[in-house]
């Protein structure tokens, strides 16, 4: 009888204990879910480091291609700013559309005007070699002044020129399609392409700051008139000392 109510006895217990237990989530004891959250929450970061809800990760650095983005704004940006600097008043509408109807960018728009007002009574000229690898524009009056000369070269190619300074030509494109010949004292660059052996401009002897321009390598359209005058390259250094203006005609 004892043994009996002893066995009854203590089966209520075990039962209390297993039901207390069972409270937490199916057996899992208070120290395992504290080290269950630890381990969520900090990543066995040590302490209460780990279980702090409010801390944020860290935020990648962005990649160079969107730090170079951000670092410069588009050219559509630039330009709009800079014409946004300016107080245009009631002609800001006409710049603009000049702009869109000449496919301008802002400084584009603004080097059309700087050259047309810097180039009074010029107009520009753009030509070219035979075969086009060659293109150049260049700023000069529409009535043109050219030099015929008889020296040892220039007889036999033929060479008529007018001399411009080198602030007003432009090459376009062919500076790696273009090969120079020198002889004598070599200060005359005879510039030509080397794909069709056209001369189509070249560096005088007499004005190595300058440029002379063949006007038939010229496009049409921007020749109003011609004066051609003979110099004497056979006997140079007497030619040049006796002309009152060749030698300046490259300086601004």
């Known amino acids: 009888m004892r043994r009996t109510r002893s066995a009854v006895a203590t089966g209520p217990r075990e039962q209390r204990r297993s039901g207390a237990s069972g409270g937490l989530s199916g057996g899992e004891s208070r120290a395992q879910r504290s080290r269950s959250r630890t381990r969520a929450g900090g990543g066995g970061g040590g302490g209460a480091g780990g279980l702090q809800p409010s801390a944020k990760p860290r935020p990648k650095p962005p990649p160079r291609a969107q730090e170079a983005a951000a670092e410069e704004p588009p050219p559509a940006a630039t330009a709009a700013s800079s014409v946004s600097a300016l107080d245009l008043g009631e002609q800001r509408e006409r710049w603009e559309t000049f702009q869109k109807r000449q496919r301008l960018s802002f400084e584009g728009a603004a080097k059309l005007l700087l050259d047309t007002f810097e180039y009074q009574g010029l107009v520009k000229h753009t030509g070219g070699c035979h075969c086009g690898a060659v293109?150049?524009?260049?700023?000069?009056?529409?009535?043109?002044?050219?030099?015929?000369?008889?020296?040892?070269?220039?007889?036999?190619?033929?060479?008529?020129?007018?001399?411009?300074?080198?602030?007003?030509?432009?090459?376009?494109?062919?500076?790696?399609?273009?090969?120079?010949?020198?002889?004598?004292?070599?200060?005359?660059?005879?510039?030509?392409?080397?794909?069709?052996?056209?001369?189509?401009?070249?560096?005088?002897?007499?004005?190595?700051?300058?440029?002379?321009?063949?006007?038939?390598?010229?496009?049409?359209?921007?020749?109003?008139?011609?004066?051609?005058?003979?110099?004497?390259?056979?006997?140079?250094?007497?030619?040049?000392?006796?002309?009152?203006?060749?030698?300046?005609?490259?300086?601004?």
Not at 222 to 245: I, L, Q
């Open 135 to 252: 293109r150049f524009e260049v700023w000069a009056s529409a009535d043109l002044h050219i030099f015929d000369c008889n020296c040892s070269i220039c007889k036999k190619k033929q060479n008529r020129h007018f001399i411009v300074p080198a602030s007003r030509f432009k090459l376009l494109k062919g500076a790696e399609s273009i090969t120079t010949y020198t002889f004598n004292t070599h200060k005359a660059q005879h510039t030509f392409c080397k794909r069709c052996g056209v001369q189509s401009f070249y560096t005088p002897r007499s004005n190595p700051g300058g440029f002379g321009i063949a006007p038939h390598c010229l496009d049409e359209g921007t020749v109003r008139s011609v004066v051609t005058e003979e110099f004497n390259g056979s006997d140079w250094e007497r030619a040049m000392k006796e002309h009152k203006t060749i030698k300046n005609m490259s300086k601004e």
